[in-house]
């Protein structure tokens, strides 16, 4: 199969497994990335930042989004109105690859997520990480069977709540998702600005910022 070929059976799948039309997933993608955007997540110092303690920007929006999310996907999919596809439970699997997720995220400031956004407006860094990814990716498809697959481990099956907790799994995404998004409310905000934040804020900004940093390094 060619690459176009290729391509064209990636819009195919989309268009075909009740995502929507190609034009609904492509306005989803303009606001993602306008949220993205907006909040500046995309930028290093935010993702960098939370992996040193200092910038909450970044767990602040994560645990609000997955707090909203994990209650309307939920009874979304409870009533009938989504579905989705669950991945077997490999915990020796889960536990490398976030170690290797984790770690990645720190060294190159970015996700899957934020990483296009960021290609988009011309940053080389990441164009060169978003190789790597893709070469990891081949070299991670091309050698499962024989070489991946025997060290990941047992698999427990797709477990889900619904067939673990039963029927108190209502209450408990419920309960799990509320206390998400006061988790995000109460974590304080702490950024870690860069040279261009910096050069939009007046002198006086400027000078409470310089007191702060020198009243830290007295502590």
């Known amino acids: 199969m060619s690459l176009t070929e290729r391509i064209m059976d990636m819009f195919h799948v989309v268009a075909n497994q009740g995502h929507g039309s190609i034009a609904v997933v492509f306005l989803i993608g303009i606001l993602f ?33 997955i707090g909203i999310a994990s209650i309307a996907l939920f ?32 060294i190159l400031g970015k996700c899957p997520g934020t990483g296009p956004i960021s290609i988009a407006e011309g940053r080389i860094d990441v164009l060169v990480g978003a190789i790597g990814g893709i070469l990891g990716g081949y070299v991670f498809t091309k050698y499962y069977e024989s070489f991946f697959k025997p060290l990941m481990g047992e ?10 907790l039963g029927n108190h799994a209502s209450w408990f995404v419920f309960l799990f998702g509320i206390a998400l998004i006061i988790i995000a409310i109460k974590i304080p905000h702490i950024e870690l600005l860069d040279e261009a934040d910096l050069s939009k804020l007046t002198e006086e900004e400027r000078a409470e910022i310089e007191v702060n940093k020198k009243f830290e390094i007295i502590k």
């Open 155 to 164: 698999s427990y099956g797709k477990e889900t709540l619904l067939n673990t």
């Open 75 to 106: 009874f979304e999919v409870k009533l009938g109105y989504a579905s989705y596809h669950i991945k077997p439970m490999i915990v020796s699997g889960l536990v490398v690859g976030g170690i290797l997720f984790g770690a990645s995220m720190a």
């Open 33 to 65: 990335g306008g949220i993205i955007q907006y909040t500046r997540v995309d930028k290093f110092e935010k993702i960098a930042g939370f992996a040193m303690l200092k910038d909450t920007t970044v767990p602040k929006m994560l645990f609000l989004a």
